[in-house]
């Protein structure tokens, strides 16, 4: 074996490259894929043994390598290019890139911004990975409320417990905690439980979460928001206001929109607790506040006319395509 490498190296070496044939019958001899001296010796490396096998496999790859050197160096000093862009012919029409379209929830998402920057609102982000603190425990949650069970709850860890956001009303605390009133902030994202109120997407989906606080807010101040933003988003709208209970709205509400002859609720809200308030530390004595939280999937299948809330992630290009966002 090693005299055959010698001999190899030696050819290597003393080959003189002075024409492309020279280059194809040298590059043919050492590197052919059937023929070709170093491919055989690749090919023969698994009947060494064991113990020499990697060793071998090193200097055959540096018998490699020096092919390859003396090919590249005949190559640059002729001007030769690869020939894979010699084969490269210009009349062949172009590949098209194909643009994408910005998905019916974002188109949604964006709408909502948009809405809401317009009366003062200032957006922001918050972490999908949330502590039992933002999640649950600021908002007035205690400990036996059916949401903490594991039923509902993906918990990443536990003791600490960290959990995937069941909501945007952590963002209410995050906001609250860092800045101090008056504000108006609004925030979309991604909210996952085991069980959605929908029963096609079943372990995440968009919500959008408002809340405003000020000296003199009022559930009047509310109504007439939620108003501005289903009127903005659907023109005339027939809506109810349903009485209902979140640990951390007093008094809360469901709001029902009208359609298809049908009442469906599109979002939770109501006067954020004096509680949530005192957890972060403003006082409920001076200042009062609203927060509702609305699920973007159901309110985007209502303006489109959808049937199928999956299929916002079968991917389907041609049905994704078909949207454009209106600036
Ligand atoms: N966080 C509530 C939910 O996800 C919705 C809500 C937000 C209700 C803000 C009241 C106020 O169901």
């Given at each position: 074996?090693?005299k055959?490498?010698?001999k190899i190296?030696?050819?290597?070496?003393?080959?003189?490259?002075?024409?492309?044939?020279?280059?194809?019958?040298?590059?043919?001899?050492?590197?052919?894929k059937?023929?070709?001296i170093?491919?055989?010796?690749f090919?023969?490396?698994?009947?060494?043994?064991?113990y020499k096998?990697k060793?071998?496999?090193?200097?055959?790859n540096?018998l490699?390598?020096?092919?390859q050197?003396?090919?590249?160096h005949?190559?640059?000093?002729?001007?030769?290019?690869?020939?894979?862009?010699?084969?490269?012919d210009?009349?062949?029409?172009g590949?098209?890139?194909?643009?994408?379209s910005?998905?019916p929830?974002?188109?949604?998402?964006n709408?909502?911004?948009?809405?809401?920057?317009?009366?003062?609102?200032?957006?922001?982000?918050?972490p999908?990975?949330?502590d039992?603190?933002?999640?649950?425990?600021?908002?007035?949650?205690?400990?036996?409320h059916?949401s903490?069970?594991?039923?509902?709850?993906?918990?990443?860890?536990?003791n600490?417990?960290?959990?995937l956001?069941?909501?945007?009303?952590s963002?209410?605390?995050?906001?609250?905690?860092?800045?101090s009133?008056?504000f108006?902030?609004?925030?979309?994202?991604?909210?996952?439980?085991?069980e959605?109120?929908?029963?096609?997407?079943?372990?995440?989906?968009?919500q959008?979460?408002?809340?405003?606080?000020?000296?003199?807010?009022?559930f009047?101040?509310?109504?007439?928001?939620?108003?501005?933003?289903?009127?903005?988003?659907?023109?005339k709208?027939?809506?109810?206001?349903?009485p209902?209970?979140?640990?951390?709205?007093?008094p809360?509400a469901?709001?029902?929109?009208?359609y298809n002859?049908k009442?469906?609720?599109?979002?939770?809200?109501?006067m954020i607790?004096?509680?949530?308030?005192?957890?972060?530390?403003?006082d409920?004595e001076?200042?009062?506040?609203?927060?509702f939280g609305l699920?973007?999937?159901?309110?985007?299948?209502m303006?489109y006319?959808m049937?199928?809330?999956?299929?916002?992630f079968?991917?389907?290009?041609r049905?994704?395509?078909?949207?454009?966002?209106?600036?």
């Amino acid at each position: 074996m090693d005299k055959k490498i010698d001999k190899i190296k030696k050819y290597i070496k003393y080959f003189h490259i002075k024409t492309s044939d020279d280059l194809n019958s040298f590059r043919g001899k050492l590197l052919g894929k059937k023929k070709g001296i170093i491919t055989i010796l690749f090919k023969e490396l698994k009947d060494i043994s064991i113990y020499k096998r990697k060793n071998y496999g090193i200097i055959i790859n540096e018998l490699k390598k020096e092919v390859q050197k003396k090919i590249f160096h005949y190559k640059s000093k002729n001007n030769i290019q690869n020939e894979k862009i010699l084969k490269y012919d210009p009349t062949i029409p172009g590949k098209s890139i194909e643009l994408g379209s910005i998905h019916p929830l974002s188109i949604m998402k964006n709408r909502i911004i948009d809405i809401f920057l317009k009366i003062g609102f200032t957006y922001v982000d918050g972490p999908e990975i949330e502590d039992d603190w933002h999640n649950f425990t600021a908002l007035n949650i205690p400990i036996y409320h059916p949401s903490r069970d594991m039923q509902d709850t993906f918990f990443l860890y536990k003791n600490p417990d960290i959990l995937l956001r069941t909501h945007t009303s952590s963002i209410q605390i995050r906001y609250m905690k860092k800045y101090s009133p008056p504000f108006r902030v609004l925030s979309i994202g991604k909210v996952y439980r085991n069980e959605t109120i929908s029963s096609h997407s079943n372990f995440m989906f968009h919500q959008a979460e408002g809340f405003y606080i000020d000296k003199k807010v009022s559930f009047s101040d509310l109504k007439q928001t939620v108003h501005y933003l289903i009127t903005s988003l659907f023109g005339k709208a027939k809506i109810r206001f349903r009485p209902s209970y979140f640990p951390f709205t007093e008094p809360s509400a469901e709001v029902d929109i009208s359609y298809n002859n049908k009442w469906l609720e599109i979002m939770g809200c109501g006067m954020i607790d004096p509680e949530v308030l005192k957890n972060v530390n403003i006082d409920p004595e001076i200042y009062y506040g609203f927060a509702f939280g609305l699920g973007i999937e159901r309110l985007t299948l209502m303006i489109y006319h959808m049937k199928d809330i999956r299929i916002y992630f079968d991917n389907d290009i041609r049905f994704l395509k078909q949207f454009k966002y209106e600036f």
